[in-house]
């Protein structure tokens, strides 16, 4: 069974650095073609595509936020961590962990139920 | 790449064939993935490479097109098709959304 879920804090103040943790279970970050990533949603809003991590360490990030975003990971925790710095209001939104794979044309095809982030002072 | 959706909502009845529309900014193949989102759930993948059904959603959701155009049909609409369904390409980075349709039963 493949399961991915988000962890971290639920209200960050601007400027703060968000930190969320996917810990996924099911399958492994070091099978060919699978990558780990996220994708955002802001209340009543498209997805909006942050960052992958592929097995071989290609890493991609979403260039209007590149200069904010850091995405490492695991393999042996099966763990991809996110860190957002100069957070602001507008990052306020659900933030998705998800599987990427290239057998199903690099479609999203596993995502975790969603951690929402509230930014605010 | 700008991905455009029409409608942004469609009314039908049970049994109705619905159709959405997206439409790409540039030609992506057949790189593209449908997802459906129920209120409060993450999305999941309905279709991808643009036709091919993900494993257990059922028939009646179909996908065509390649390039530019691109549709998701579902034959005979059922009442827990309601959602909103998003198209999403994976021919280049920065992958991308569509708007989104929202789906409601008559």
């Known amino acids: 069974q493949i399961t991915l879920k988000e962890s971290g804090p639920t209200l960050v103040k601007p400027t703060q650095t968000l930190t969320l943790t996917c810990n996924f279970s099911?399958?492994?970050?070091?099978?060919?073609?699978?990558?780990v990533g996220w994708i955002r949603q802001p209340p009543g809003k498209a997805p909006e595509w942050l960052a992958l991590?592929?097995?071989?360490?290609?890493?991609r990030q979403s260039p209007s936020l590149r200069s904010r975003l850091t995405i490492t990971k695991d393999t042996s925790k099966n763990q991809v961590v996110l860190t957002m710095t100069n957070m602001d209001p507008v990052d306020t939104a659900t933030y998705y962990c998800?599987?990427?794979?290239?057998?199903?044309?690099?479609?999203?095809?596993?995502w975790g139920q969603g951690t929402m982030v509230t930014v605010s002072s | 790449i700008q991905m455009t959706q029409s409608p942004s909502s469609v009314s039908a009845s049970v049994g109705d064939r619905v159709t959405i529309t997206c439409r790409a900014s540039?030609?992506?193949?057949?790189?593209l993935a449908w997802y459906q989102q129920k209120p409060g759930k993450a999305p999941k993948v309905l279709i991808y490479?643009?036709?091919n059904l993900q494993s257990g959603v059922p028939l009646r959701f179909s996908g065509s097109g390649s390039g530019t155009d691109f549709t998701l049909t579902i034959s005979s609409l059922q009442p827990e098709d309601s959602a909103t369904y998003f198209c999403?390409?994976?021919?280049?980075?920065?992958?991308?959304f569509g708007q989104g349709t929202k789906v409601e039963i008559k």
């Open positions: 998800v599987r990427n794979r290239l057998q199903v044309a690099d479609a999203f095809d596993f």
């Open positions: 099911g399958f492994s970050l070091n099978t060919s073609g699978v990558g």
């Open positions: 991590l592929y097995w071989d360490d290609d890493e």
């Open positions: 540039l030609g992506i193949g057949s790189w």
């Open positions: 490479g643009a036709s």
């Open positions: 999403q390409q994976a021919s280049s980075f920065p992958y991308t």
